[in-house]
């Protein structure tokens, strides 16, 4: 007989399951929000260079200081700033664990990163959620302002994950003038934006501003697990003493700190993934039946017909794997599609073309 747990496993925790992907291995994966571009050869080099001169013996440095000071001067901040964790994940589970918590309020815009209720709920956080339009999945500003004012922290996402659009800059700056919360913008994906999207400017005057950023979308490095945290001295000192003391380890580090240093190399790459995601969007406009969101990420959010049947048959007929969100409360049919190379673009419009409208349950 098993061990039975009941009883044994902290409250907060029961019922959790592990974290599925569902992934499937197929020729095509959109999935998952991945850069499924080539590295461009000079970075790739550089990261085999710094891998090979990594001595394996040694502790890592727990704060990946030489990684700190590069992120800093990519962003024009002290290393006193930054913090970087395993993934923006890692970064996440400890804003909760030190700023949620028994009684204290978070507050969420869902449909967002589903992340952040699973920790906020394994954080014993007091969650609450001011839901987007279900129409245009904008924000009732007023609505959260108001909801904001007993807050302890506000996490936003800009460009939002599944639905892809910006969050008004003027909403941060409201939430941090007419409350006390902390604000956490979770930048995931802001390379892919225009412009003058990010609001890291915004940190200098804004002690309670957090900003999230992570290298497993833009710079294409999903598998080694680095995030990082633009934040006050303060916050970063706080997150620096509860955190997993050799959560990024020496191969984790060498890697990304060759990655930031040659970032120039990886600027025609997000240039194609835009180009890519513009002309995605043209061809998913011309399939009859499907309805879809404007996105400045390297995804497109689209409401199909029997999503979960199309999803399906686009990876068992097509071998094309997308996310099927259709579970989640104000996705009823949606599916969201990684942009990828324009071969795999072309392939997923294909395939799309042929299912979209065909369909029965
Ligand atoms: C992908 C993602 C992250 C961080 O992912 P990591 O791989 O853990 O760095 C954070 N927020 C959002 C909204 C994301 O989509």
Known sequence: M???????????????????????PCDVNLSANE???????AVRAAIERALLSTPLNRYPDPLANELRDALAERHGLERSNVIVGNGGDEILFNLLFAFGGPGRTVLTCPPDFAEYANFGAMCEADLRFVPRSEVDFSI????????????????????????????????VERLLTETDALVLVDEAYVEFAPEGASMVDMLAGHPRLMILRTLSKAFALAGVRCGYLLADA????????????YSLDVLAQATALAAIREREHLRPVIEDIVAERRRLSLLLGNIAGLEQWPSEANFILVRVP???????????????????????PGLADCLR?????????????????????KETR
């Open 234 to 245: 303060a916050v970063v000192n706080e997150l620096s003493a509860i955190r997993q003391i």
């Open 306 to 328: 029997h999503a979960s049947t199309v999803r399906q048959r686009l990876r068992d007929e097509r071998s094309i794997l997308v996310r099927d969100l259709s579970a989640a």
């Open 140 to 171: 009732d500003e007023d609505a959260l302002l108001a909801a904001a004012q007993d807050a302890a922290l506000v996490i936003l996402t800009s460009p939002n994950n599944p639905t892809g659009g910006l969050v008004p800059r003027s909403l």
């Open 35 to 41: 850069n499924t571009h080539e590295l461009p050869a």
């Open 337 to 357: 599609i990684s942009v990828g190379t324009r071969r795999e673009n072309d392939l997923l419009v294909d395939a799309l073309t042929a299912l979209v409208g």
């Open 2 to 24: 098993s061990l039975d747990l009941t009883g044994r496993v902290r409250p907060s925790l029961v019922g959790f399951e592990p974290y599925d992907p569902a992934f499937t």
